[in-house]
């Protein structure tokens, strides 16, 4: 499979590189405005592909995604000086309105999978601007946020994060809701596991570990500015899910018909990932404060979305 990555900055970079490590497509297509840019990160990356796999990395332009099966949108512009938050959505759609149109007119086949933040409301854009079905416009949403969650449960038990079944849903953002009571370890509920062995959940680990998913992207962006390690393999991960037709159960974001009581938005549940995008989802059992804060993450982000025009 040929994989497109619009915008070559940090997050689109880190993809690359992480796919080609996986080593699972065959080409990996890097465009950017900043054609330079491409051009340094395609042949940065290409010089590791040697040591593990025989992907071919190359810069280029909208063109060379012909015939791509996956195009990752992480093309951004960054926040000016006195520019609102709301001013910078707008610019970023204003990207996506170019960059949607450019991909589709020659990869109409591709899934778009959407990096740019905030990934919710950009998923959305996308989405609403393509006119694709809501299944093959996939945001990376929260998948980072579960990653996290399950490796820092996984350290408390002792165990491996593929051993945690745990998922945070809604906003990849403030708003998100950490899906506590219906998560486990092997088959057993987090609670017994912990009872079993010893390491009880109480209410102080609980809260670091709240504190650890929450707070994690703000200490790295404290200390060098940026994340992107994790979301590009985080962005990796979807890709292999629908390059190999895992069907993989993974948090990641699409335009949702109905969730609580919100209609049309784009957010994080469990879905089914396969060669379509995405195949089912998955409404998860919630406590009733799991549920609240579902339907409050909702509506915050239906909020924000019809507050941009696009
Ligand atoms: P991040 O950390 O999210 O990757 P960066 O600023 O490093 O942010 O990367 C964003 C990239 O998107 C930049 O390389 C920029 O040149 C690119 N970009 C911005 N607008 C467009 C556009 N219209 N088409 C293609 N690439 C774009």
Redesign the pocket.
């Given at each position: 499979m040929k994989v497109g990555i619009?915008?070559?900055?940090?997050?689109?970079?880190s993809a690359g590189y992480a796919l080609a490590m996986l080593g699972i497509v065959s080409d990996i297509v890097l465009?950017?405005?900043?054609a330079a840019?491409a051009l340094a990160q395609a042949e940065d990356i290409s010089h590791a592909v040697p040591f593990v796999s025989a992907t071919t990395v190359i810069a280029g332009d909208y063109a060379d995604l012909t015939g791509a099966g996956v195009v990752i949108l992480?093309?951004?512009?960054?926040q000016k000086p006195g520019e609102t938050r709301l001013e910078l959505l707008e610019r970023n759609a204003a990207?996506f309105r170019?960059?949607v149109g450019e991909v589709l007119r020659v990869a109409p086949d591709a899934i778009l999978l959407i990096?740019?933040?905030p990934v919710d409301i950009m998923t959305q854009v996308a989405t609403r601007l393509s006119g694709l079905p809501p299944q093959r416009v996939i945001g990376s949403g929260t998948i980072l946020d579960s990653a996290r969650f399950r490796s820092l449960i996984g350290r408390h038990l002792g165990i491996s994060p593929q051993s945690v079944h745990a998922y945070v849903l809604g906003e990849h953002g403030d708003s998100e809701v950490l899906g506590w009571s219906n998560a486990r370890a092997g088959s057993v509920s987090l609670q017994s596991f912990a009872e079993q062995i010893g390491s009880p959940l109480t209410d102080d680990v609980r809260q670091s570990i709240d504190e650890g998913v929450r707070n994690a992207a703000y200490k790295i962006i404290n200390g060098k500015g940026?994340t992107?390690y994790g979301i590009g393999a985080g962005l990796a991960r979807i890709v292999k899910a629908i390059a190999q037709d895992q069907r993989d159960v993974l948090s990641v974001s699409i335009v949702t018909p109905h969730i609580v009581d919100v209609e049309d938005v784009a957010l994080s549940v469990p879905r089914i990932v396969g060669a379509d995008g995405v195949v089912a989802d998955l409404i998860p059992e919630l406590e009733a404060s799991e549920h609240t804060a579902l339907g409050r993450s909702a509506a915050l982000l239906k909020e924000r979305v019809e507050s941009i025009k696009f």
């Open positions: 619009v915008g070559a900055g940090m997050v689109g970079s465009v950017d405005r900043n840019l992480a093309a951004g512009v960054s990207v170019d960059v990096a740019s933040n940026a992107y």
